[in-house]
């Protein structure tokens, strides 16, 4: 598959999960923490999974946007994504991810909606990374 790349960054992380991680531009600059749930020490550090789940949510709230404007869909508003990330070892060996994705959009019918969060499920950048190798179960909520 060939990628025509528009945008490109890049981030350093030392000392693993309880190490600091930053950005080669220098617009992110932080702590580490491992959560105590995965043997660390917990503490205000933040955490791979944070970090994916916050990235994960605001690039599917813009893949939403993007399908809801390819579709002429002017009445959309309000566009929330929660992305609940998980970890933990699995059967096969090793340690995997699951996600769960809770959408609530305004201003559509929840038909409109179901069909505008699966388009954007489609060609979500986060979402095409993760199909096949992780679980992602979506909600979707109207108000």
């Known amino acids: 598959m060939t990628i025509d790349v528009l945008y490109r960054t890049s981030a350093l992380a030392t000392g693993g999960r309880a190490g600091r991680v930053r950005s080669l531009?220098?617009?992110?600059?932080?702590?580490?923490?491992?959560?105590?749930?995965?043997?660390?020490?917990?503490?205000?550090?933040?955490?791979?999974?944070?970090?994916?789940?916050?990235?994960?949510?605001?690039?599917?709230?813009?893949?939403?946007?993007?399908?809801?404007?390819?579709?002429?869909?002017?009445?959309?508003?309000?566009?929330?994504?929660?992305?609940?990330?998980?970890?933990?070892?699995?059967?096969?060996?090793?340690?995997?991810?699951?996600?769960?994705?809770?959408?609530?959009l305004r201003g559509v019918d929840l038909e409109l909606a179901r069909t505008l969060v699966a388009d954007a499920h489609a060609g979500c950048p986060y979402s095409n990374a993760t199909r096949g190798n992780v679980d992602v179960a979506i909600d979707v909520t109207t108000a």
């Open 25 to 104: 531009d220098g617009r992110l600059d932080a702590a580490l923490a491992m959560p105590l749930a995965l043997g660390g020490a917990g503490g205000d550090g933040l955490d791979p999974e944070l970090l994916f789940a916050s990235g994960y949510a605001a690039c599917f709230g813009s893949a939403l946007q993007f399908v809801a404007g390819q579709k002429g869909v002017t009445t959309l508003r309000d566009v929330q994504v929660q992305a609940d990330v998980g970890i933990g070892p699995r059967s096969a060996g090793g340690f995997g991810l699951t996600v769960a994705l809770q959408v609530s």
